[in-house]
């Protein structure tokens, strides 16, 4: 079982009384796990309720039908972007970080996020069988406000450290295709008989790509 549904009652031995973001936190990551596993039709609330030990009525209670728990599970990886990024950032807005630091950190953050989430992300790739088209397409609905939430925070760094923000958003089209193929399928696109790279080697090189990239266009007369 992942160690995130353990709950501390198990450990002690004593009921506990768990809240309700707790609850809703180790079904979500049950969910996740067992939509992966067996895909979205075979997959039950029964067994994901077993897996995430709570009651199906705490179940019901939190996801009301299947399609609402797969929803939820799979934008996990995007929701978390934002919510482990937006503070990161703004811990550096009154004394702003060097460029190199600053995007490894974006960097950083999006790729174990995506790291950690994988699974899910190679599902909603990868997935023959996927649910219906409209359900899907609330799955992408939550990348494409992910996507919207980014969008002012970069253009805000990238002009007001004197790069240009000329087609953004297909520079951030490119920053989260290049991470997702180096979070998700490493071990599909690099040969075995390559040498890995450490992840500080992957975070630092990356970023350095991007930056280099972002200033091919930078307005002429900025250092």
Known sequence: MNDALRSPAADTGKATRRRPDELRRLIVVAAEEVFCEQGYADATQTEIAERANVKRSVLY???PTKADLFREAMAQPFLGLLSEWIPVWQAQIDSPWPDELLMREFVATMYRGLREHRSVVRALVLGEDRPADQLH???????????????????????????SSSHVDLTIQIIFSMVIGL??????????????????????QTAAFILYGVSLRRPEGTA
């Open 61 to 63: 209670r939190h996801f």
């Open 183 to 204: 979070a998700v399928f490493d071990s599909d696109l690099f040969p075995t008989s390559l040498e890995p790279a450490s992840e500080e080697q992957l975070l630092n």
């Open 137 to 163: 397409d609330g799955v992408k609905e939550s990348f494409r406000d992910t996507f919207a939430d980014l969008r002012p925070i970069i253009v805000r760094e990238l002009e007001g450290r004197g790069y």
